[in-house]
């Protein structure tokens, strides 16, 4: 099976709710980090403090008197061209919600990396800039050649040794730990996994078939479609089991077990005799790992997408501060007919889609011509305010439900002819592959699954 690298950009630490004292203080130093970021960006105007979409509500900010001096939990994830997106993004994302403050570093000439399926994604630092620092984890997304990249990146082998014989955590996943921790000596005595394509390069006593396997200070995983167990893992041993479950909640990771995947309504085809054009068009705060997933996803099954930028720049802060270079702003955009166009969530992100004059004009069109319509997480409030959702079922994320006419409770992705919703988050894989199902077919489907080492529905 084909790996795809990935890149990622730069982030800070993101509060989790009713998280315990100890970690409030790295969650409001990182939330304020990420504040600072997208002030940065130059945007038409002045961001507010952004409330994330899935953040519970009614939660009390601790005084003073109650945040005791705990230090923070420093975390190194480190990326090159051809790091897979979807993992780098994915662990990015949980670690920063967990209060984990995180360093994305380049291993790279540069701070601006491609990421296997196309992405680019702006890194905190060089590599460099951390060789004499302490981390409490490093962890390395895998990818080809993205695990080739960070392999030969000698500084990297020395922290990750050095993080290893200190008996303090390291992780790898997909390709990383056949193609770089093997090569370093970091898997003696060690059960380990990996993505499947890489399994045979794992010494044969040691390797374990398993979407995730801890053995002593080392923690493995398969690839993209075990990244978010991968990832809470991570978060358990930094932070302990509650932070854990509090952090899985606001994933919709109790959406992705218990929720069937997909329903459809009023089906009709969406083939078409070309290659299809797809438009997702980010601005600042809009969720990563829905932006990236469904990037790649839709990538390895060979469409067309451009990512376009509503802000000034094309650099765009996520809301858990990942950096992201879209292909073009969506001026650019506008002037080209898209078969699809699809918009991520993150409750900053959507307001500022929702004041863009040329992406309401481009959905006003899309619909009157006839073509196909997504929203995931909190955007489908978008297509609501519009009327594009008029006689459609729909669903969203939880917080936003009551704002759909017509919502459909228990289920990941909804279809209602050329409409397609999804919850969001953890459930932005199923988006991705339902859309990917419908343009392409089920085998299609199947196969780019098979690549992330996501249980395809048969």
Same mark, same amino acid.
């Given at each position: 099976?084909?790996?795809?690298?990935?890149?990622?950009?730069?982030?800070?630490?993101?509060?989790?709710?009713?998280?315990?004292?100890?970690?409030? $203080? &790295?969650?409001?130093?990182?939330?304020?980090?990420?504040? *600072?970021?997208? #002030?940065?960006?130059?945007?038409?105007?002045?961001?507010?403090?952004?409330?994330?979409?899935?953040?519970?509500?009614?939660? !009390?900010?601790?005084?003073?008197?109650?945040?005791?001096?705990?230090?923070?939990?420093?975390?190194?994830?480190?990326?090159?061209?051809?790091?897979?997106?979807?993992?780098?993004? !994915?662990?990015?994302?949980?670690?920063?919600?967990?209060?984990?403050?995180?360093?994305?570093?380049?291993?790279?000439?540069?701070?601006?990396? =491609?990421? $296997?399926?196309?992405? #680019?994604?702006?890194?905190?630092?060089?590599?460099?800039?951390?060789?004499?620092?302490?981390?409490?984890?490093?962890?390395?997304?895998?990818?080809?050649?993205?695990?080739?990249?960070?392999?030969?990146?000698?500084?990297?082998?020395?922290?990750?040794?050095?993080?290893?014989?200190?008996?303090?955590?390291?992780?790898?996943?997909?390709?990383?730990?056949?193609?770089?921790?093997?090569?370093?000596?970091?898997?003696?005595?060690?059960?380990?996994?990996?993505?499947?394509?890489?399994?045979?390069?794992?010494?044969?006593?040691?390797?374990?078939?398993?979407?995730?396997?801890? %053995? *002593?200070?080392?923690?493995?995983?398969?690839?993209?479609?075990?990244?978010?167990?991968?990832?809470?893992?991570?978060?358990?041993?930094?932070?302990?089991?509650?932070?854990? =479950?509090?952090?899985?909640?606001?994933?919709?990771?109790?959406?992705?077990?218990?929720?069937?995947?997909?329903?459809?309504?009023?089906?009709?085809?969406?083939?078409?005799?070309?290659?299809?054009?797809?438009?997702?068009? !980010?601005?600042?705060?809009?969720?990563?790992?829905?932006?990236?997933?469904?990037?790649?996803?839709?990538?390895?099954?060979?469409?067309?997408?451009?990512?376009?930028?509503?802000?000034?720049?094309?650099?765009?802060?996520?809301?858990?501060?990942?950096?992201?270079?879209?292909?073009?702003?969506?001026?650019?955009?506008?002037?080209?007919?898209?078969?699809?166009?699809?918009?991520?969530?993150?409750?900053?992100?959507?307001?500022?889609?929702?004041?863009?004059?040329?992406?309401?004009?481009?959905?006003?069109?899309?619909?009157?011509?006839?073509?196909?319509?997504? $929203?995931?997480? %909190?955007?489908?409030?978008?297509?609501?305010?519009? +009327?594009?959702?008029? +006689?459609?079922? &729909?669903?969203?994320?939880?917080?936003?439900?009551?704002?759909?006419?017509?919502?459909? %409770?228990?289920?990941?992705?909804?279809?209602?002819?050329?409409?397609?919703?999804?919850?969001?988050?953890?459930?932005?894989?199923?988006?991705?592959? &339902?859309?990917?199902?419908?343009?392409? *077919?089920?085998?299609?489907?199947?196969?780019?699954?098979?690549?992330?080492?996501? =249980?395809?529905?048969?």
């Amino acid at each position: 099976m084909a790996l795809r690298s990935l890149t990622l950009p730069p982030l800070s630490p993101v509060a989790a709710p009713k998280k315990p004292v100890a970690v409030y $203080a &790295a969650v409001i130093s990182s939330t304020l980090s990420v504040y *600072g970021s997208i #002030r940065n960006c130059q945007t038409q105007e002045k961001p507010v403090v952004k409330q994330r979409s899935k953040k519970p509500t009614g939660i !009390i900010s601790p005084t003073p008197e109650t945040l005791s001096p705990a230090p923070l939990k420093k975390v190194l994830v480190p990326i090159g061209f051809g790091t897979e997106e979807m993992e780098a993004v !994915i662990m990015i994302d949980v670690l920063r919600r967990s209060g984990a403050h995180v360093t994305v570093a380049s291993v790279e000439e540069q701070l601006e990396v =491609e990421a $296997a399926g196309g992405t #680019r994604l702006l890194a905190d630092a060089f590599i460099s800039a951390c060789s004499d620092q302490t981390f409490d984890l490093v962890a390395l997304p895998g990818g080809m050649p993205g695990s080739a990249r960070l392999r030969d990146c000698q500084l990297l082998r020395d922290i990750t040794t050095k993080q290893a014989e200190a008996k303090r955590l390291y992780a790898a996943i997909c390709a990383a730990p056949a193609v770089a921790l093997l090569p370093w000596g970091l898997l003696k005595r060690k059960q380990t996994t990996c993505h499947p394509a890489f399994m045979d390069k794992l010494p044969t006593f040691w390797s374990v078939k398993s979407n995730l396997q801890i %053995s *002593g200070e080392l923690t493995t995983s398969r690839g993209p479609g075990t990244c978010f167990e991968f990832s809470l893992s991570l978060v358990e041993q930094l932070f302990g089991a509650l932070v854990t =479950e509090e952090i899985a909640a606001t994933l919709l990771l109790n959406a992705a077990d218990g929720n069937s995947r997909k329903e459809e309504f009023n089906e009709v085809s969406w083939s078409s005799d070309h290659p299809p054009q797809v438009l997702i068009p !980010i601005a600042n705060g809009c969720e990563e790992i829905e932006v990236v997933t469904v990037v790649d996803i839709l990538r390895r099954a060979k469409a067309n997408v451009v990512v376009a930028s509503v802000e000034k720049s094309l650099q765009v802060v996520a809301s858990s501060g990942t950096k992201i270079m879209a292909d073009k702003a969506i001026s650019a955009a506008a002037d080209s007919v898209h078969d699809l166009i699809i918009l991520p969530g993150g409750t900053l992100g959507v307001e500022r889609l929702q004041r863009s004059r040329i992406v309401k004009k481009m959905l006003k069109e899309q619909q009157l011509s006839g073509r196909i319509l997504g $929203a995931i997480c %909190s955007s489908p409030t978008i297509l609501q305010k519009q +009327g594009l959702l008029m +006689g459609k079922k &729909a669903t969203a994320h939880p917080s936003v439900m009551s704002m759909l006419d017509d919502a459909v %409770s228990g289920v990941r992705v909804v279809i209602d002819g050329k409409v397609i919703t999804g919850r969001g988050l953890a459930t932005a894989t199923d988006f991705g592959l &339902a859309i990917v199902g419908k343009l392409f *077919g089920s085998a299609r489907a199947r196969s780019v699954a098979e690549g992330l080492v996501f =249980e395809y529905p048969r």
